[in-house]
């Protein structure tokens, strides 16, 4: 996830040659905007799924006693979406202005 916005980000960048100053997709390359839908299709889809399923999870695998050895996958998937969007976090504010506008 985080892989996939840094290179929006970079592609947006060198597509524009700045960051968009307003909401809205005027001006993308076909290409480009492609690629945003895309990330924020895969960012939504995968954290919605994940704040559904990984408390399921962790419920499941602490309530079955053979199988809280698995506690650990869905804790470290929880906390990669959450370092995930921590990271997202530092990109350039005007490209993170567009983003959540």
């Known amino acids: 996830m985080g892989g996939l916005f840094y290179s929006l980000v970079?592609?947006?960048r060198l597509s524009l040659g700045k960051f968009p100053q307003s909401i809205g997709n005027d001006g993308f390359s076909a290409a480009l905007?492609?690629?945003?839908s895309?990330?924020?299709?895969y960012c939504s889809v995968l954290?919605?799924?994940s704040l559904i399923t990984v408390p399921i999870d962790l419920l499941v695998s602490f309530g079955i006693r053979r199988w809280r050895?698995?506690?650990l996958y869905p804790l470290?998937?929880?906390l990669a979406?959450?370092?995930s969007?921590?990271?997202m976090l530092l990109a350039p504010p005007p490209f993170l202005n567009w983003w959540f506008d």
Do not use: P, Q
Not at 33 to 36: C, D, I, V, Y
Not at 38 to 41: M, R, S
């Open 10 to 12: 970079i592609h947006m």
């Open 33 to 36: 905007k492609t690629h945003g």
């Open 38 to 41: 895309w990330t924020y299709d």
């Open 47 to 49: 954290t919605g799924l």
């Open 69 to 71: 050895r698995f506690v």
């Open 76 to 78: 470290l998937h929880g």
């Open 81 to 83: 979406i959450v370092a």
């Open 85 to 87: 969007w921590g990271l």
